[in-house]
């Protein structure tokens, strides 16, 4: 992770602390962008907190991806020391991109609750709950992303697109209660819109409706997590150390 961070950001300036500027800087100005467009309040609910809430975590999955590509390839000589795995290459740079989103999600609504612009929890278990099932289900598709990577190019140029698609399945513009029942039915077959749903009825709780079923992402993130490290082992083993 030390020498990921000094790779990436190297010793000018701020440091590793660009891994919690960079989802802030986009969260912060699309939460601007969605005041102007929007007013102050969406439904009930403060038009600021409610984007800051919903853009972090897409953030996080959108980097965790976008890092996860060709990083076999990219990391292969260290490979030449028995005690690094093939996973750690994947861990290190997850864990890397969670801090940061982490980092940035208390340092922004802590500065916007001194402005009455982000409620205090009203359930911190269900929020902390919440990010840890969606940050499961985003490292679950970082292990099958890496390994397919390698295995074919094509992946690699799809991948941006892909992220981008992603985003109105992620629960980010909307709540489920939001929606009609049969829109809200389809919706919730996303992993990332039952974490989300979970993170913001920890933030408002009573204030808000949320639906979300807790086994569909842990469900998703166990088969997608047991199947990328089976595609793992098999890119070991093809696998040409330069």
Partial sequence: MIRELHTRFGRENIGFLWI???PLV???LVAIIWRFLKGPEEHGIGIIAFVVTG???ITLFRHGVSRSVSIFVA????MYHRQVKIVDFVLARFVIELLGSMMAYVFIASILMLFSEFPIPSQPGMLVAGWALYSLFVLSLCLMIAPLSEMSEVLEKF???VTYIMIPFSGLFTM????TPSLREYLLWSPFVNAME???KGIWGDQVTAYYNI???LACSLVAGALGLALCRHVRRILTVE
Avoid: D, H
Avoid at 176 to 179: D, I, N, Q, T, Y
């Fill in 176 to 179: 489920a209660s939001w929606l």
């Fill in 159 to 161: 991948m941006p697109v």
């Fill in 20 to 22: 919690m500027v960079e």
């Fill in 75 to 78: 990391n292969s000589s260290l």
């Fill in 26 to 28: 986009f969260a912060g």
């Fill in 198 to 200: 979970m993170m913001r």
């Fill in 55 to 57: 853009y972090i975590p």
């Fill in 215 to 217: 086994w569909n992402p």
